[in-house]
């Protein structure tokens, strides 16, 4: 039963092979010839091109930096103590001068007191230097009075002496004596005549100097502790927001403790990192345009006018930055209807600057014309037609530079103004491709003249499509 089996399967397999050699063999010769010459040919690819311009293009480049308050003040206190009086809160507007805290100031005003009457003992001490009393003058002169009446009785006693000594009627002891009494006489009323002339005619002038010395030394003092005295008393310095509050009522100061940080937002500032290449461009003076999101009444972006204050010739170079910081300066509004006033720019905020550099003189094809690829950027430029031909591409590589308004800058080998480039389909070519123009593409540049548009479009219109 197996081996009928095995010899029917083979009759079956046998026939089959004879049906397919006979289809073989009935093919036509058109579809041979059909078959041996190979797939049809590429159709042209559908493009869309657009003109080549040259025109004067600025480079523009943006930079992105956080609004800042131009002065910030870390306001510390001047003095130790407790803090008796802080009338002031976080975002509240102060104006230049305005009490901030205050400590308490009982100890300091009794040392101030009493310094204060020193001044006055000393003030009274330089006048009764300078003015002597009439009752010393007294004094002094009655003083000299009687030491010249004791002189003139000495002074007789002494001549009779004299007399009766010439005649020989007196002892030579008695006459001696009555000349040393003249004497003694004598010097006292010298004594008493410089005492009456030193009261009559006041102190030494060294005297008065140092009277008047410690008088001043002692006023001084007193500036110098209500000088430290003011200490006490924290002022603004100038008017700005209170953005933070360091202190509170009751608290312990130490001198040179943070009271409050003040910023001023009457004008803000912009750090900007501008690259290198472009920084020279970039000087003093020059107006930017800046936008801010949140500075209005919305949320929406809000054009601000700003201008370039310091360009700092220092890039971070050490942790490999090529970009200098620039400060821009740009005037704040504040709305003082509302208590307390709100400033438009904030610290914080962010704000976007737009700077144009120098005008180039370029060559400038659509941003959509360029393909990269690993071995760089490249475009497709369309070749002059041949008579009666296809119109094809080659690929040109180029350098990219300068970009404005969806131009580009390049530069490569053979391109020139009025030529035509691939701005859709270029993916799908490949060099020498023929191609079928769909559409030429509006080919105004963001700084063409209408005399190079007209040019362009009429450059544009004199290059036939293919299958025209």
């Known amino acids: 039963m197996m081996v009928w089996r095995m010899r029917f399967a083979s009759c079956v397999l046998l026939l089959i092979s004879l049906m397919l050699a006979g289809c073989q063999s009935e093919q036509s010769p058109a579809t041979s010839a059909a078959t041996n010459a190979g797939p049809p040919p590429d159709p042209p690819a559908l493009v869309t091109v657009a003109v080549v311009r040259r025109s004067q293009v600025s480079p523009q480049f943006r930079a992105l930096g956080n609004i800042r308050p131009r002065h910030v003040s870390i306001v510390a206190s001047g003095a130790q103590g407790i803090v008796q009086d802080f009338p002031v ?75 009766l000594d010439a005649r020989g009627a007196a002892a030579s002891t008695e006459v001696r004596d009555a000349e040393d009494d003249y004497q003694t006489a004598l010097q006292n009323m010298n004594a008493a005549q410089a005492a009456y002339d030193r009261v009559a005619s006041g102190a030494r002038e060294e005297q008065v100097q140092q009277a008047t010395a410690r008088l001043e030394s002692q006023r001084k003092h007193v500036e110098y502790l209500l000088a430290e005295q003011e200490k006490r008393s924290t002022f603004a310095p100038f008017a700005g927001f209170v953005v933070e509050e360091h202190t509170y009522v009751g608290q312990w100061l130490a001198n040179g403790a943070p009271i409050v940080t003040l910023a001023g ?114 475009i497709y430029v369309l070749n002059p037609p041949a008579e009666g031909g296809v119109q094809n591409v080659r690929q040109v590589m180029v350098q990219t530079g300068v970009a404005a308004d969806g131009w580009i800058q390049v530069t490569g080998e053979g391109l020139a103004a009025g030529q035509q480039v691939v701005v859709e389909g270029a993916e799908r070519l490949r060099p020498f491709k023929s191609v079928t123009i769909a559409s030429v593409a509006a080919a105004d540049a963001a700084d063409g003249s209408a005399a190079d548009n007209s040019e362009s479009a009429e450059q544009a219109g004199s290059t036939p499509a293919a299958g025209e």
């Open 265 to 378: 937002l009457d004008e803000v500032e912009v750090e900007l990192m501008i690259d290198q290449q472009y920084v020279s461009e970039i000087t003093p003076g020059r107006a930017v345009q800046l936008t801010v999101r949140g500075a209005g009444s919305s949320a929406a972006a809000e054009q601000w006018q700003g201008q370039v204050s310091t360009v700092i010739p220092r890039s971070e170079w050490e942790s490999g930055s090529r970009s200098f910081p620039i400060i821009v300066r740009i005037p704040n509004r504040i709305d003082e209807s509302v208590s307390p006033p709100l400033p438009a720019l904030r610290e914080g905020m962010m704000a976007e600057a737009e700077f144009a550099g120098v005008p180039v003189d370029a060559i400038l094809v659509p941003k959509d014309s360029i393909v990269r690829s690993s071995r760089g950027a490249f």
């Open 89 to 163: 809160e976080a975002g509240d507007f102060v104006a230049a001068g305005a009490l901030l805290s205050q400590l308490r100031m009982k100890a300091s005003s009794l040392e101030i007191e009493v310094q204060q009457a020193l001044i006055r003992e000393r003030e009274a001490e330089l006048a009764e230097l300078k003015q002597p009393r009439a009752e010393d003058v007294a004094e002094s002169r009655a003083r000299l009075q009687a030491q010249m009446s004791i002189l003139t009785r000495v002074r007789r006693d002494r001549d009779k002496k004299l007399e």
